[in-house]
């Protein structure tokens, strides 16, 4: 063991630990769950702590063989050395005060050994005067935040474009295939099977258009506000050389906010996205509860299309094949609505200065992310791809569904056709023989008039 010191007293600390005594304050006051923060939280912090140590030796605050082993350790961090030195609860000390301190501690005892001196010497390289010089965890862990969940929005994009491209793609397959469709889960107008696919890429676009927008504000860094916005203990110079040098690191466009000390204490930016990621969700909820119904059966449900088995589906009944994969991502949308309700609570409890909920933020937003990101890959490859579509009964639908008689309304008005659905009801018979037995249109002028192609599309019915 090491002895370490705080002001709050001594403590031994495990020789070969890269943390230290503020770090095994904080592991030893917040063994709650077990569970860490994710490891691109740690690149995040990385890649900050690197950009503070060049920043401010281009600024003549910081010496520069600190400032280089510093960046050097940085970099080894990055390049997934001593991840395992990251031991702080996701559920902490709040603004995230012990997680930024662990980052300083194991950077400032790598760099101490780079120098050529033992782990602890802290007047070598100190977590707090070199590590964290000219920032506050109130700056540096929403910074974190921010680029972490910028480094997790790439996965989730190219993952929603392939959900997308999927549902396209069986939209055209399916383009031929006449069904009906369903209001109040009720016989409706017909529909082709690939204008319902279509509508489902329509509908994750939008979603990604709005991932996209509240990415944006996530750009917007708010390093060099130091504790409250102020900028205290900062170079003049710091803020925007950060931003610069963080975007150069990252790739990312980086700027400064237009108000420091809004950015400080707003956590808004955060809802914002998880929002979005809420939405996307809610939307494949509805999607896959659609699937499921669509491709219900084989024998007594809708069976209009056919999902991929994947697996065997009753311990009990055999030859039972359940939409396995399309539960599985019920469960993931469930979740991400959940953890946006954490979010939202976590956002609105900031007071003053700042929100200190931040620590449990980020946990669930980089959650939904990489949840989504996992479930959308195996949605389209394992399901979507896969699926074929049951044209013997989607055509059955089509022909049998009362929502046929809405294309009499031009003919012979509404009363009248919701007079021939009555009797086709009442009878047993389907609307089209109703429609030929009444004499409302011969068969030809059926085949003409009430071909799927027509009635599937913008028209109005009349007879020449």
Known sequence: MRIEKDSLGEKQVPKEAYYGIQTLRGFENFSISGVREPEVLIRAYAFIKKAAAQVNMALDVLDLKIGKAIMQAADEVLAGKFHDQFIIDVFQAGAGTSFNMNTNEVLANRACEILGFKK???????????????????????????LSTLFEYGPLKEALIGLIDSFRTKGKEFDSVATSSRTHLQDAVPIRLGQEFEAYAVMLEKALRRIKQAKEALTHLN????ASGTGMNSHPQYAAKMAETLSALTKFPLKNPDNFVEIAQSTADFSDYSSALKNLALDLTKIINDLRLLGSGPRVGLNEIKLPAVQPGSSIMPGKVNPSILECSNMVCYQVIGNDLTVSMASQAGQLQLNVMMPVMIYNLLFSSKILTNMMKMLASKCIQGISANKEQCQKYFEETLGLATALNPII???????????????????LKMIEKKGILTQDEIKKYLSPERLTQPGILKKE
Do not use: C, W
């Open 120 to 146: 602890g010497d802290y007047a070598k390289v100190n977590p707090n005067d070199h590590v964290n010089m000219a920032q506050s965890t109130n700056d540096t862990f929403p910074t974190a935040m921010r």
């Open 223 to 226: 390093l060099g506000a130091t």
């Open 413 to 431: 008005g509404y009363a009248k056709a919701a007079e021939v659905v009555k009797e086709s009801l009442k009878t047993g018979t389907s609307i």
